[in-house]
């Protein structure tokens, strides 16, 4: 086959552009420290690298709803452990007052405890987490526990103890006329309905709501109605009144009896102490699975698609080692011409 100059020349230039593209993929690596920046560099590899991230960024969400359910579980265990330490409290001022020894003074001095631990439960009931209502459940904006004009204790728009207990100076028609109007918004059972799911996983959820009628009950034997039937006690009234069946009736006030009411308020409360314990027990450990996957799939992506610097600077030296000796084959290929003579 006959070889002109010109056929010389142009596999020169084509070696030349083969090998500085070469050279120019070695500099990329190095530049960005992945083994390929285009799909087409690596079509098999690409497609693994959106699917890990694709993996990733599902995780990062889970682990982020993780995160924030751990932090709320933890604000609403830490609101329940105030509300057991706040009854503990009751009951020991509530034995204390049972014994018959004690004092006017003491008795008074007692009730004004009573007094402050109820405004602490009523806070409690309205504590937030990150400016959102902690125990009112789907009402995240506004206190849920609120007294309204006859200083019924109320639950978001409910009423949560309108069987009483009341006072025993207030009339039996008084009493009904007050249960009959806002008997439609009673809440007569501490089932929680609203619920907050967190999805922490592709097949794993959780809720994180507790409700205010939930942890405090409903009723006579609420928390707040318990504590009221101990202040009544304290000022020295001997019987208080309840709505049963729609009907008033009166009950005798006794301190020791009370203490049985006290004790069932805090097995209640622990109850769901546990309860939100379990829940939380479940999402760290669930945490902890995310951060593994974490772990697996961004050293997965890593080995896909990073580049061996230490390799990548070896195969750059060799691709300018060979684009010098391309450039010096080229220019003995360039055969001088009248222009060089002339001068």
């Known amino acids: 086959m006959r070889v002109t ?55 990062e969400q889970y682990q982020a709803n993780a995160n924030d359910a751990v932090s709320r579980l933890s604000v609403t265990e830490s609101s329940i452990n105030s509300v057991e330490e706040l009854l503990e409290k009751t009951r020991e001022l509530t034995v204390q007052a049972a014994n018959e020894t004690l004092s006017d003074e003491d008795r008074l001095a007692i009730l004004s ?5 109820q405004e602490q439960l009523l806070e409690v009931g309205n504590a937030t987490y990150a400016g959102e209502s902690l125990f009112g459940g789907y009402n995240i904006g506004s206190q849920p526990f609120t007294h309204d004009s006859d200083n019924l204790l109320m639950y978001n728009d409910g009423y949560i103890n309108l069987e009483g207990p009341y006072d025993a100076s207030m009339s039996d028609a008084d009493i009904e006329a007050l249960y009959t109007l806002h008997a439609g918004e009673a809440i007569l059972d501490d089932s929680s309905s609203e619920n907050m799911i967190y999805h922490i996983g592709e097949n794993s959820e ?83 699975r995310l951060n593994q996957d974490h772990y697996t799939y961004t050293a997965l992506l890593s080995s896909n698609e990073d580049a061996d610097i230490a390799q990548v600077s070896m195969y750059l030296a060799n691709a300018e080692t060979v684009y010098s000796a391309s450039l010096s084959a080229g220019s003995k290929i360039i055969m001088p011409s009248l222009v060089d003579f002339i001068g």
């Open 113 to 117: 405890e009573i007094g402050e631990i």
């Open 206 to 288: 959780v809720d994180v709501n507790v409700e205010g009628h939930e942890l405090f009950g409903v009723g006579e034997s609420s928390v707040f109605s318990v504590v009221d039937k101990i202040a009544m006690a304290l000022e020295g009234k001997e019987t208080y009144k309840v709505v049963e069946n729609g009907v008033v009736v009166e009950k005798t006030l006794d301190l020791s009896d009370l203490i049985g009411e006290i004790d069932d308020s805090l097995e209640a409360v622990r109850s769901t102490k546990a309860e939100v314990g379990a829940k939380s027990g479940y999402v760290n450990m669930s945490l902890n």
């Open 5 to 59: 100059s010109s056929m010389m020349i142009k596999t020169m230039n084509y070696n030349l552009q083969k090998n500085l593209t070469n050279m120019n993929d070695m500099y990329n690596q190095m530049s960005t420290g992945k083994s390929f920046n285009e799909a087409s560099q690596n079509p098999v590899g690409a497609a693994k690298s959106i699917k890990y991230t694709s993996y990733l960024m599902e995780i």
